[in-house]
Every structure is written in C-alpha cells, then in structure tokens.
C-alpha cells in the first residue's frame, strides 16, 4: 500500500511465519514488518485516497485500520502472512489489521482507491452475522475478487465523492461515507467473482469455470475429467484447455483446486473445532494427501502449521 498521508513506524515485527521462501520478493527477506501508526484527520473514521504508482517501493506493513483496496487499471501482487493476491482491473482487496501485508512488482500504470477504516467504525458498522469477517484481525480465507465493471464503477464513485469530503474537511460526510462505503463494498465482495473478469471471456470457458465453482462437495462425474468437461461447455478438450488457461490464466486443475481450498478455508473459518479431513472432503478434495499438496503449494505451509498461526 502507498500512503500519501504521514505515518510513524513501531516496533519492527518478524517476516510472517510458516510463508514459503518462493511466494516472496527478495526484499522481504531483509526487511522486518512495521506496525505503523496513520496520521488520520481528528474525529475522521477513516481516510480515502486515489494511489498512482510513483515508482516507489513498498515495505513489508500492518496497522490497526481494516484497509480496502480497488483497482482501476494497472497490476502487482500483495504478500499477506502466508498468501498472495494477483491483482488486476476490478480486484477488491480487503487487507486485516494483523496481516502483514506488502505490495511487489505493481506495473507502470497502476492507479487504485486505498481506503482505511478505524476499529471503531468497524465495530459499530459491521454487526451482522454474515459481515463477521471485517470485525476480524486476520480471517481464514481469501479476501481478493473481482467486481464487475458496474459494480467496481459505483464503489469508485463513492471513493471519489468522500475524497472530496475529505479534502473539504466535511466529516460528517465522511465519516457516515465511510459506513456506508464499508457495508457497500463488503456487499459487492461476496458477491464478486473469484477470478478476474473478462469482457471477451469465450461461453465454453465461463460454462466450465461456472461448473467447477457448483461442484461442491459432491464431484460431479460430468465435470470431473477435462473430456467431460469439455462436452459440458460445448468444445473438445484440448481447445478448452487452451482457451481457459489464456483467458484466465490458470489451468482448468489449478482453478478447481483453487475453489476447492477456498471452500475449505470458509468451512474451517465456521468451524470452532475444525477436523482438517472432514472439512478437506467436504470441499471436494478426494483425499487428504490430495488436500495437503494443494494446501502447501497454495499457502506456503502445512494446513496444521497453518491452524498453529491462526491461533498465535
């Protein structure tokens, strides 16, 4: 995150445990995570920001604001405790007061609303069951999507309308903004889409993505093979396979072990005694050994380390 606003550093915090050496850009491993501490105006809930990449580069960071990012054009990668986000055009990013959390490899012409949310705006806004996860330090799960064209275009605009409150000093305005921005944004988020969203997406590979996301925890025999698959979305496997992979950057594979760790992650986030086994086959994984493979690959350590770290 670049912060236009001042800001002192705290107590510097080690490099997030149990995060695989190969997710990290090489200056992490020199630089220690600081909390810092955001200069935001007196009696504001909270501070709004439009980002334009000035070629500056970024420190591993936490702070005690929930931070919600939203891309407008350009590209980089976030390193969070042990997971990363590819983020693109569209992608709302939430990022947790306990997470540290850095930016690495932005393009040229990355520009993104940043905005920061106080503790306790969060507290009193985000009080339904189904918004739990913003009252959290650090939740289980991934917390990057991609928002329609529509939908990132109306959230922007209510970025830019409290930016100017902001710079006017009306705080009133933003600060009641703000709420509404927090429960709007958090609305647009879970109903956004796990993967970026492409005008010129082929039927076939949004037909195959959207069969793997419903598969569940009950594999489907007519989407379990690439073949089958294939004859679902209307093309021969090889040409699929091709296409999905170009469109959307992933492999037909990589994208359903992608759903199925995600649907585990939100099992073990609603379990208070979670059992990794059954939690595993419940989001599809047809064995633990399978399950573990995946796990490491994606979040950098073992699912039971991971569950030590959850807990610290």
Known sequence: MGFPLCWSKGKPTPAPAGLSSRLLPDSYHYLMASREKLQIA???????WRYVYRGIQHQPHRHAELELNLVERGTSHYVLDERRYDIGPGALVWL????????????????????????????DTARATGERPLRSGAPAGRF???LQAPAARRIAAVC??????????????????????????????CDAA?????????????????LIR?????????????????????????????LFHLQ?????????????????????????????????????????????????????????????????
């Open 42 to 48: 007196p009696g504001a809930a909270g501070a709004v």
């Open 96 to 123: 947790f007061p306990r997470q540290d959390h850095v930016m690495v490899n932005p393009s040229a012409d990355l520009v993104m609303w940043i905005v920061v949310f106080r503790p306790w705006l969060v507290r």
């Open 144 to 146: 990057c999507r991609f």
């Open 160 to 189: 830019q309308d409290l930016a100017d409150a902001q710079q006017h000093g009306q705080l009133g305005r933003l600060n009641h903004g703000l709420a509404y921005l927090l429960l709007s944004a958090w609305a647009g988020f």
């Open 194 to 210: 796990l993967e970026p969203v492409s005008r010129g997406i082929h039927p076939a590979v949004e037909r195959a993505a959207h």
């Open 214 to 242: 419903q598969e569940g925890s009950r594999p489907d025999r007519d989407v379990a093979s690439v073949v089958a698959l294939a004859r679902r979305a209307g093309l021969s496997a090889g040409r699929l396979s091709h």
């Open 248 to 312: 959307t950057g992933m492999t037909l594979s990589a994208f359903r072990a992608q759903c199925r760790l995600e649907r585990f992650l939100e099992l073990l986030a609603a379990s208070s005694r979670p059992n990794l086994l059954r939690c595993a086959l419940r989001a599809g994984f047809g064995s633990y050994a399978q399950f573990h493979r995946v796990f490491r690959s994606r979040m950098g350590c073992g699912p039971r380390e991971y569950l030590r770290i959850r807990s610290d």
